[in-house]
C-alpha cells in the first residue's frame, strides 16, 4: 500500500486525442450530468483533466461519475499494464471518511468478494495544502440508478439477488451500509483486450464529452468537467453487481446525530421519525431498489431528482397506509408533517397502492409472478424496523426464492 503524498503530472491535453469540447448547445447537457461546479470553486475537488498522468502512474482516460464526496475515474496503470478505478475524495474530512470506514469493513467483514474495497492509496496535493484521498479499486461498469432499465428482466432479476447477497455480507459483519440507492451498486465491465488502444476503448465506452473548468485563483490548477462514460455496446457491461461507497457506514448500534438519508427516495420512513440507523433501515432502501429494479422507475418518488422528506412521506401514506400512530410529533424531516399521515382510518390510494403499482409495470408478466413481487414488497416495506425481513431472511423467503427460480437466479 503506498501511503506517500504524491505529485501530479500534467500531459498536454489534445481534443482530437483525449475527448471532445462540448460547444454551447452541449454544455448543459454535460453540467446536468456532473458534480457541481462550486465544490471546485471551494478546493473541496480536485480539477482533473482527461490524458493527465497522476502518481506518476496512473493516465486518466474517462470519467466513471460523481458522489458527494468523490469524482471517480477510470485510468489506465502504467506500471501494471491495467484499467483502474480511481476515486478521488473531497479535501475534507468527509473525503478521508471512505478509507476509514473501508478498512473497518476489511477487518470485521468476512466475505468482501460482492463488495467495492480499494487495492491500493495514495495522497495528492490539493489547494491550501489539503490533500485528497486516492482510492485505487477494479475498474467496474455503470451504476444500477443509470443502466439498469436497459437490461433485460432477467438482469435485473439477478441484480437483486446479488445485491441482497452483498448487502447480508455487510450486515453479517456488523456493519450498516446507511446510503445504499441503485447509485452505489455497480455493474461488472469487461476487461478490454491488453494492448488497447485508446481509440478502441472510445469506440466502445464514448468519446469523453467535457468543458473547461473556469480558472482562478481557487481552482487552482486546470480541470474539466466530464459527463460519465456511457457505454455504446452492451456486451462489455457484465451481470456481476458490486455494492460500493462506504463512507457513511457504521457499525450497528452506533448513534449518529444525522439520521435522514439522501437521496430521500431510498431513506426508510424511521429516519424521518428521529430513529438510528440500523440493518432493518437498509433493508428499507433495499426494497426501495428492488422495487425500482421491477417498475423501472422509484417507487416512491424521483429520488434523485427533486422531492424532498415531506414529499416522500406523503407517498408512502399513499401507496403504504397511514404511518404509526407511535411516531406522531417526532417528524424530524423538511416541512411540516400532515396530521393525516398518522390517521390509523386512512387506506392506500387505489391507484397509488402497491397492487396497483405492480400490475400496471411495464414488464408483462404473469399475475402469480406478480404475486410474489407484491408478498416480497408487502413484508419488505412494513413500517416497524423490526417487523422488517433481514437481508438473510428475505434470501429464504419461498417467495423470494420462486421468483429467482423463474429466471433461474
Known amino acids: 500500500m503506498t501511503t506517500q503524498s504524491s505529485e501530479l503530472n500534467g500531459v ?9 469540447f462540448v460547444d454551447s448547445d452541449g454544455e448543459c447537457d454535460v453540467e446536468d450530468a456532473c458534480e457541481p461546479v462550486n465544490r471546485y470553486e471551494e478546493g473541496l475537488y480536485l480539477p482533473i483533466c482527461i490524458g493527465e498522468v497522476i502518481a506518476g502512474r496512473y493516465r486518466i482516460e474517462h470519467k466513471l461519475g460523481h458522489g458527494g464526496f468523490s469524482t471517480v475515474w477510470m485510468a489506465y496503470d502504467m506500471h501494471k499494464g491495467k484499467d483502474v478505478a480511481l476515486k478521488i475524495m473531497t479535501a ?3 473525503g478521508e471518511r471512505e478509507f476509514l470506514r473501508q478498512n473497518e469493513i476489511i477487518s470485521c467483514v468476512p466475505d468482501t468478494s460482492r463488495l467495492l474495497i480499494y487495492q491500493d492509496t495514495f495522497l495528492l496535493p490539493g489547494a491550501a495544502r489539503n490533500p485528497h484521498r486516492v482510492l485505487v479499486f477494479p475498474l467496474k461498469g455503470p451504476n444500477l440508478r443509470d443502466y439498469a432499465r436497459e437490461t433485460s428482466t432477467i438482469v435485473r432479476r439477478s441484480a437483486a439477488k446479488q445485491l441482497l447477497q452483498a448487502l447480508k455480507a455487510l450486515h453479517d459483519g456488523g456493519m450498516v451500509h446507511r446510503d445504499l440507492n441503485s447509485a452505489n451498486v ?10 488497447a488502444d485508446l481509440t478502441t476503448k472510445y469506440q466502445i465506452l464514448g468519446r469523453p464529452q467535457k468543458i473547461e473548468l473556469p480558472r482562478d485563483q481557487e481552482t487552482w490548477k486546470d480541470g474539466e468537467l466530464v459527463a460519465p462514460m456511457t457505454p455504446k455496446d452492451s456486451f462489455v457491461v457484465q451481470d456481476t453487481i458490486t455494492l460500493g461507497d462506504f463512507g457513511l457506514a457504521i457499525r450497528s448500534g452506533t448513534e449518529v446525530d444525522f439520521k435522514l438519508q439522501v437521496p430521500v427516495g431510498y431513506c426508510a420512513p424511521e429516519r424521518m421519525h428521529q430513529i438510528n440507523p440500523t440493518f432493518a433501515s437498509d433493508m428499507w432502501s433495499y426494497m426501495c431498489i428492488f422495487a425500482e429494479l421491477y417498475l423501472k422507475w422509484p417507487l416512491f418518488g424521483p429520488g434523485f431528482f427533486g422531492g424532498g422528506f415531506r414529499f416522500v412521506a406523503e407517498l408512502f401514506v399513499r401507496v403504504l397506509g397511514p404511518l404509526p400512530l407511535s411516531w406522531k410529533g417526532s417528524y424530524d424531516g423538511d416541512g411540516e408533517p400532515d396530521e393525516s399521515w398518522y390517521d390509523q382510518g386512512k387506506i392506500p390510494e387505489p391507484k397509488m397502492s402497491l397492487e396497483s403499482r405492480v400490475t400496471q409495470s411495464r414488464d ?7 404475486q410474489l413481487v407484491l408478498s416480497i414488497l408487502r413484508r419488505g416495506f412494513s413500517y416497524l424496523p423490526e417487523e422488517r ?5 428475505l434470501l429464504e423467503d419461498a417467495s423470494f426464492k420462486a421468483l429467482m427460480d423463474r429466471y433461474g437466479v
Not at 455497480?186 to 494492448?195: K, R, V
Open 186 to 195: 455497480m455493474f461488472g465491465l469487461s476487461s478490454f483486450e491488453t494492448g
Open 389 to 393: 425481513l433481514s437481508a438473510g431472511e
Open 364 to 370: 408483462t408478466v404473469e399475475p402469480a409472478e406478480q
Open 12 to 20: 498536454t491535453n489534445s481534443s482530437s486525442v483525449w475527448g471532445d
Open 92 to 94: 475534507d474530512p468527509g
